[in-house]
């Protein structure tokens, strides 16, 4: 499936012959120039490598989930049920990457070269520093949250085995997820995606050693799996701290580090953060309250939407490289205002992307017994795999529509259309319908609901986007040159 993602991106780079032979210009040696050139040459070059990194940022839960379904039924369902906090914090992490590609591309775009070096070193600081916190809250927050989600007191000792250690770990994530957004926004995807699968094939490698105590590893079941996603994304930060320091020379010496607008760089940063993070963190809140109706159903409802969620995350794994990809594009372009090449940017990144999810909807439909099974050898958790397969599979292009413009207007540097976006689809509508959904259908409907609320969604947000975007350019050409936004 990766493989004909990545021949699909390809096949984009339509562009004329002539049109293909003209220069890349670079604006300095270590930033690339998205403003003038091909936008397909641009699009498949940004695009490939992030689907190999973001493949092996999803593979870390992926293989972890493999690993502990070989454990039993009761310890898939509790790793099932740490989804949607680890979710929860990654997403508020996610929320940093996206302002650093957002902030740093439009300041490209801009020409600020200085601004550009002071924004991503104090960045990486301030997000550690989040890190830190977002650690310290969920570690004395643990009992209360799982206990709400609907844990019994057989599953919580085995949720806290994994939970402590990955909390332990939070600021190593998010240090290099934050670097290499601002190595993204300067046109290079290669460097982070090769940083994310050194990190994931080292955790697919020491995982199996410390879960099962293999090779005279202590067996740590659980805790194992936690603490090698740790080590690995400790590994991660230091490479991404050479590429950044040594090879891009974005980081400010220690000489120059313009502590005195350190509240500048935090208001720019914090203006795209919050509302991207709060946006991104709500559909975990969501799955919370889906596993929590589930939970009613059994354990092996809940393993089953484990084992669901994580097919199709890996299965988005194309489109939210080529959101990550575009992002750039839109950033810089969006900053010296050339919109033309805005709306082709988006043109061709909706129309891919709803040919990918009919092809990985199909592929759902008619091998979901059997991906299922992969997964787990009990035949109530495979039924329920293949219900959700069947029902939500066909509506992932609404969803994708939602989650690009999403991504497109975060460039932008107008995340608050995200943040309504998310609102209407996740709060006011989807909660609402999986709770209706449950009581009228059970599990079925829960799955029903969800995917209801894809479909009339992703229509509705589709056009109200492509409104807005005309809207927010006429106010760009109508205010000053030199104004500076967040």
Sequence with gaps: MLWLGIWGIKRLHTAPKAARKGPVITVSNT???????????????????MIWGIAAIVSFQLVDTYYVSLLGTTPLAAMTFTFPVTFFVFTIIMGFGIATSSVISRLI????????KRVTTHGLALVFGVGLALAVIGYLLRDVIFAAMGADETMRP?????????????????????????????????????IMVFAAVFNAA??????????GFPRMELQGAALATVISNIL??????????????????????????????????LFIAIPAGLTSAVAPVVNTVIIGLLAAYGEEAVASFGIATRIEAFGMIVLMALAIGMAPI?????????????????????????????????????????????FSQDATVVYYAVLSFQIIAPTYMFHALVNGWSSAFNAMGKPQMSVYMTVIKMILLMIPAVILGAEWGGVKGVFTAVAIVNVITGLAFHFWSRRVCLGAEAAMLSAPIALKTP
Aim: with cysteine; charged share 20%; glycine share 8%.
């Design 31 to 49: 930033r690339t120039d998205l403003k003038t050139g091909p936008i397909n040459r641009h699009l498949v070059r940004l695009t490939v490598p």
């Design 236 to 269: 991660a930060m230091i490479l991404g701290l050479y590429v950044l320091i040594i090879k891009k020379k974005m980081i400010l010496p220690l000489s120059r580090l313009h502590l005195d607008q350190f509240g500048d760089s935090c208001k720019r940063l």
């Design 109 to 116: 775009g801009e020409g600020r070269e200085e601004d550009v």
């Design 158 to 194: 085995l949720i806290h085995q994994y939970m402590t250690t990955w909390f332990f770990g939070v600021a190593f994530m998010a240090t290099p997820f934050v670097g290499n957004s601002a190595i993204r926004a300067a046109g290079s995807t290669l460097s982070p995606a090769l």
């Design 206 to 215: 020491l995982a199996p050693l410390l879960i099962f105590g293999l090779w």
């Design 330 to 374: 839109i950033g810089q372009n969006f900053g010296a205002r050339n919109f033309e090449r805005v709306h082709e940017t988006l043109r061709k990144a909706i129309g891919f992307s709803i040919i990918w999810c009919i092809g990985f909807a199909a592929i759902m439909i008619l091998f979901a017994e059997r991906i299922a099974s992969a």
